[in-house]
């Protein structure tokens, strides 16, 4: 059986990888933080009854400022593929906190590469790129276009990427590095601009607010769907020479085209509803990212299958059947406690 190992295992594109790697029949462990909440939602559908057999899934306390707990982690796990999508990863939160984002998202790739070498193990290790490396180079981009960062966030992973690299030609290690453009799905975060957007289109929709704010409705980006994205993951650790790649639609769209795209689905006029507010721009602005994913194709056999349209429908689906199953719930509730003349807890009570 292989086993792997998944840095931000509770994120977006975590949850999406352990579910393929499930399905190809992997014993999966994940790396979280440590919270006086949890944050596992997107992946409590995978979890198995420890007492039934076939558990394959596993969870350990850590995090990527700490060193040694990393390594000590790396050595009992002792697993085959490590794949690194942990960090920092708002761009704008990185204005705000550059010391930390440098700490987490770019040391952070230092300390588990380092992680590898010292517990002796052989792995293969994947690292989560990002196409904010190539900041202000005119697209399109590839594994060849000059890297050129426009922000805290893009620094440390371009940071990251060439520690990749040094680690891969100093010690003969498996590391690649995965430079996936934007990439989405209803599992991405709502403080991200296109999770934002549907889920404010649902809401508006069922009547439950009112008015959107946005920043830069020009900024054009590559945009795919993040399940295709793992898929591309884990092909890259099966090869047989360790290559870093670029994944992408090759396709560019504005925020303003998802936005309305978004609205028009559920016939909406998104300029009733959209608002400019100064506060959500960056200092330094990306204007245009759109991939060249070629190698991608050539060497890994790799195509983007779900279009721009169909991603942004996906989304709004699924934020508008969330929101309406919730209200379902809350209704049935509130009926139960209304005919009985009893409080919700004491009716469960009953």
Known sequence: MQRALITGITGQDGSYLAELLLAKGYEVHGLIRRASTFNTGRIEHLYVDPHEAGVRLFLHYGDLSDAGQLTNLIYNIQPEEIY??????????????????????????????????????????????????????????????????????????????????????????????????????????????????TRAVARIKLGLQEKLYLGNLEARRDWGYAPEYVEAMWVMLQQ???????????EAHSVREFVEQAFAYLDLDWQRHVEIDPRYFR??????????????????????????????????????????????????IRQMAIRNDVSIGQKFNQ
Not at 102 to 107: E, R, V
Not at 152 to 173: Q, T
Not at 240 to 248: C, K, L, N
Not at 305 to 331: G, H, I, N, T, W
């Open 240 to 250: 047989e020479q360790p290559q870093d790649f670029v994944i992408a639609t090759g």
């Open 84 to 197: 690194h999508l942990a960090a920092q990863s708002h761009v704008k939160v990185s204005f705000d906190m550059p010391e930390y984002t440098g700490d987490i998202t770019g040391l952070g790739v230092t300390r588990l590469l380092e992680a590898v070498r010292r517990s002796g193990i052989t792995t293969r290790f994947y690292q989560a790129s990002s196409s904010e490396l190539f900041g202000s180079a005119p697209p399109p981009q590839n594994e060849d276009t000059p890297m050129l960062p426009r922000s805290p966030y893009a620094a440390a992973k371009l940071y990251g990427f060439w520690m990749v690299r040094n680690y891969r030609e100093a010690y003969n290690m498996f590391a690649v590095n995965g430079i996936l453009f934007n990439h989405e799905s209803p599992r991405r975060g709502e403080t991200f601009v296109t999770r934002k957007i």
């Open 283 to 332: 200092p330094t602005e990306v204007e245009m990212l759109r991939g060249d994913a070629s190698r991608a194709k050539k060497i890994l056999g790799w195509e983007p299958k779900v279009s721009f349209a169909k991603l942004v429908r996906l989304m709004v689906d699924a934020d508008l059947e969330a929101l309406l199953q919730a209200r379902q719930c809350q209704d049935l």
